[in-house]
T-cell receptor, first 113, second 115 residues
Framework: GENVEQHPSTLSVQEGDSAVIKCTYSDSASNYFPWYKQELGKRPQLIIDIRSNVGEKKDQRIAVTLNKTAKHFSLHITETQPEDSAVYFC????????????FGTGTRLKVLA | NAGVTQTPKFQVLKTGQSMTLQCAQD?????MSWYRQDPGMGLRLIHYSVGAGITDQGEVPNGYNVSRSTTEDFPLRLLSAAPSQTSVYFC??????????????FGPGTRLTVL
């Protein structure tokens, strides 16, 4: 079945450094790749997304890149701040006969002041 | 708009009991889904629905039933609770749009403990 692998599971960076989280998906029919941020005790919230017809998307300090050939997509956070500390989830979705969101297992990001 | 609402926020059950987790959305979204979140396991899809009267299984459907009689409501039923169903449950909804699936909006979650 469909699968999304996410690495690393934990990531610690110094404030001001960059953070990169990587995901790999298995279903070549996947066409939408969102990233969600979940703060402790809160619900996941979308921070950025990308569709399969785009290679890169940027929104201020965050960016997402997609390599369809390798079935990889990555989240890049620059100039990290303490409020970026949270768990980040990637997901891949497909509309080829089914409509399923498959999530990665999450990355706990700690930004050290 | 209230967005996606879930009740209850917390629940403790004994093994073998049944219960229904409620989920409602007021955004007229076609797509609704249920996830469970366990430490280190991410969000795992239990069941989903692409519209009223249509439901399908996700990754971990065993022990759960759903129905979708209206666009707004998507209840999740635990038939006979087991300790392995201790988890945080999230309901989510989104519209389908012309490009397929879109941003999901999550409810606040239900923390369920089965003793």
């Amino acid at each position: 079945g469909e699968n999304v692998e996410q690495h690393p599971s934990t990531l610690s960076v110094q404030e001001g450094d960059s953070a990169v989280i990587k995901c790999t998906y298995s279903d070549s029919a996947s066409n939408y790749f969102p990233w969600y941020k979940q703060e402790l005790g809160k619900r996941p919230q979308l921070i950025i997304d990308i569709r399969s017809n785009v290679g890169e998307k940027k929104d201020q300090r965050i960016a997402v890149t997609l390599n369809k050939t390798a079935k990889h997509f990555s989240l890049h956070i620059t100039e990290t701040q303490p409020e970026d500390s949270a768990v980040y989830f990637c997901a891949a979705t497909t509309t080829s006969g089914t409509y399923k969101y498959i999530f990665g297992t999450g990355t706990r990001l700690k930004v050290l002041a | 708009n209230a967005g996606v609402t879930q009740t209850p926020k917390f629940q403790v059950l004994k093994t073998g009991q049944s219960m229904t987790l409620q989920c409602a959305q007021d955004m007229n979204h076609e797509y609704m889904s249920w996830y469970r979140q366990d430490p280190g396991m991410g969000l795992r899809l239990i069941h989903y629905s692409v519209g009223a009267g249509i439901t399908d299984q996700g990754e971990v459907p065993n022990g759960y039933n759903v129905s979708r009689s209206t666009t707004e409501d998507f209840p999740l039923r635990l038939l006979s609770a087991a300790p392995s169903q201790t988890s945080v449950y999230f309901c989510a909804s989104n519209d389908l749009g012309t490009g397929g699936l879109n941003e999901q909006f999550f409810g606040p979650g239900t923390r369920l403990t089965v003793l």
